[in-house]
T-cell receptor, first 110, second 114 residues
Framework: GEDVEQSLFLSVREGDSSVINCTYT??????LYWYKQEPGAGLQLLTY?????DMKQDQRLTVLLNKKDKHLSLRIADTQTGDSAIYFC??????????FGTGTKLQVIP | DGGITQSPKYLFRKEGQNVTLSCEQN?????MYWYRQDPGQGLRLIYY???????QKGDIAEGYSVSREKKESFPLTVTSAQKNPTAFYLC?????????????FGPGTRLTVL
């Protein structure tokens, strides 16, 4: 099947903004999610956006959704060293089926 | 506190052996999932169960087996038929509150074949 695609790696300096991009596959997906995985741990839900929204802001996180292009992005403002992790986007295709992206490893340089 | 536990955190297996990974949740979630994570490949779905005594194959079920005798428990057996079992295994369950399939993950088990 088609993959939910993300770039593998992103490096930013502490205090800068990070933008992590994702291209998903199913235009009928109801929700899109962003998860964070710290080293050696499970995934934690960071935020989500409903498919009829263009943007959602949650403190330092901004999610942008371009449904026409099936493109999702996560912007982290004022990136901190504690933000270093792998970030996964995921699409909710209903019937309890969620497909995850390949993950983007964010490295924050002090 | 509610959550998902996985044990053990690290597991070593000799070639030819079956091993079972434990996953327990006290969140009262109906659906549970097993994923395999390899570097650069994201999460791949092994098996999932939407209700007790029922489960379905995911994308990479070959060489794995599961059972779902209790709502709280969804153990995964990695059999000797799995040719490349060294990986990080993640268990998850779903909260379908408000129509979203929000997944809760356990801390993972790292399996190494010696």
């Amino acid at each position: 099947g088609e993959d939910v695609e993300q770039s593998l790696f992103l490096s930013v300096r502490e205090g800068d903004s990070s933008v992590i991009n994702c291209t998903y596959t199913d235009s009928s997906s109801t929700y899109l999610y962003w998860y964070k995985q710290e080293p050696g741990a499970g995934l934690q839900l960071l935020t989500y956006i409903f498919s009829n929204m263009d943007m959602k802001q949650d403190q330092r996180l901004t999610v942008l959704l371009n449904k026409k292009d099936k493109h999702l992005s996560l912007r982290i403002a004022d990136t901190q060293t504690g933000d270093s992790a792998i970030y996964f986007c995921a699409e909710d295709q209903g019937y309890q089926k969620v497909t995850f992206g390949t993950g983007t490893k964010l490295q924050v340089i002090p | 506190d509610g959550g998902i536990t996985q044990s053990p955190k690290y597991l070593f297996r000799k070639e030819g052996q079956n091993v079972t990974l434990s996953c327990e949740q006290n969140l009262n979630h109906d659906a549970m999932y097993w994923y395999r994570q390899d570097p650069g490949q994201g999460l791949r779905l092994i098996y999932y169960s939407q209700i007790v005594n029922d489960f379905q194959k995911g994308d990479i079920a070959e060489g794995y087996s599961v059972s779902r005798e209790k709502k709280e428990s969804f153990p995964l057996t990695v059999t000797s038929a799995q040719k490349n079992p060294t990986a990080f295994y993640l268990c998850a369950s779903i909260n379908r509150g408000q129509g979203r399939n929000e997944q809760f993950f356990g801390p993972g088990t790292r399996l190494t074949v010696l």
